[in-house]
């Protein structure tokens, strides 16, 4: 499912943390001209339907800009489920 889901993101134009060990990936989404995590986290919601936490809430405060550009996807869903969020995420 990492995998999947990872290259999936690569194929629509999504730079990609690969994670090791974990049901998470990182998606840098400055290249998307987004202007920050939070932000693009409430609109992909809205326009495209598909949840992502902004990795700033993961960082104290006073270093959350540290992580302002990256959102966290959790990729432990089922194959449609997956192959569904990255269609709207394409067509978005």
Do not use: N
Not at 60 to 83: I, N, S, T, Y
């Amino acid at each position: 499912r990492r995998d999947r889901f990872c290259q999936g993101l690569r194929d629509i134009g999504w730079s990609v943390i690969e994670p090791e060990a974990t049901y998470f990936c990182a998606a840098d989404v400055r290249e998307l001209g987004a202007g920050g995590g939070t932000e693009f986290c409430w609109e992909m919601l809205e326009r495209a339907g598909v949840a992502g936490i902004p990795m700033s809430a993961f960082y104290e405060p006073a270093h959350a800009q540290a992580g302002h550009h990256l959102v966290r996807f959790a990729f432990c869903k089922g194959k449609a489920v997956l192959d569904e969020a990255l269609e709207r995420l394409a067509r978005w």
